[in-house]
T-cell receptor, first 112, second 115 residues
Framework: GAVVSQHPSWVICKSGTSVKIECRSLDFQATTMFWYRQFPKQSLMLMATSNEGSKATYEQGVEKDKFLINHASLTLSTLTVTSAHPEDSSFYIC????????FGPGTRLTVT | QQQVKQSPQSLIVQKGGISIINCAYENTAFDYFPWYQQFPGKGPALLIAIRPDVSEKKEGRFTISFNKSAKQFSLHIMDSQPGDSATYFCAAGPFSSGSARQLTFGSGTQLTVLP
């Protein structure tokens, strides 16, 4: 299957700072990538759809000014959590489709 | 309209037994139904997926059964092994332009296979 990577795998930051998470499709080009958020022992919730060369589409209730998404190339999408607060602590996972949808390994964000 | 209901929430099976997880969807526009396996601290890994043109798909010990009229699909894990112990998520979404699009996930099933 296709391989999707994420960096970093975990990050700890202080409240008020911004954090950038990268998502890469390693062996295929992805015009669309997806960003999910997962709380402990809960399901995945779609945050936004990232489209290469255009603005991301955010799901209802997701603050687009807080969760900035950039999809600058066919293999890279980034999620920036701006002015992070402890309630933003979560597991963030990206995915990309090459016929099937494949997920990255996730990024554990802890805001202190 | 967008919900995917998954059951059971947890499942305990003896080694060698059959694990069965069920999902139901509401949106008739959904035409892509994957199952993912997730271990703690890891991203979901695609196990098997089905499109509505077939009623069953088998890959190794994993089988998806699909009932379009009932809007239900299920995952069967044959000869369950302790290494299968994980959380399983069903998902559903549209399939267009040659690839899967936004997915709606079920709530997950915590499977424990006893040795």
């Amino acid at each position: 299957g296709a391989v999707v990577s994420q960096h970093p795998s975990w990050v700890i930051c202080k409240s008020g700072t911004s954090v950038k998470i990268e998502c890469r499709s390693l062996d295929f080009q992805a015009t669309t990538m997806f960003w999910y958020r997962q709380f402990p022992k809960q399901s995945l919730m779609l945050m936004a759809t990232s489209n290469e060369g255009s603005k991301a589409t955010y799901e209802q209730g997701v603050e687009k000014d807080k969760f900035l998404i950039n999809h600058a190339s066919l293999t890279l999408s980034t999620l920036t959590v701006t002015s992070a607060h402890p309630e933003d602590s979560s597991f963030y996972i990206c995915s990309a489709s090459e016929y099937e949808q494949y997920f990255g390994p996730g990024t554990r964000l802890t805001v202190t | 309209q967008q919900q995917v209901k998954q059951s059971p929430q947890s499942l305990i099976v003896q080694k060698g037994g059959i694990s069965i997880i069920n999902c139901a969807y509401e949106n008739t526009a959904f035409d892509y139904f994957p199952w993912y396996q997730q271990f703690p601290g890891k991203g979901p890994a695609l196990l098997i997926a089905i499109r509505p043109d077939v009623s069953e798909k088998k890959e190794g010990r994993f089988t998806i059964s699909f009932n379009k009229s009932a809007k239900q699909f299920s995952l069967h894990i044959m000869d369950s092994q302790p290494g299968d112990s994980a959380t399983y998520f069903c998902a559903a979404g549209p399939f267009s332009s040659g690839s899967a699009r936004q997915l709606t996930f079920g709530s997950g099933t915590q499977l424990t296979v006893l040795p």
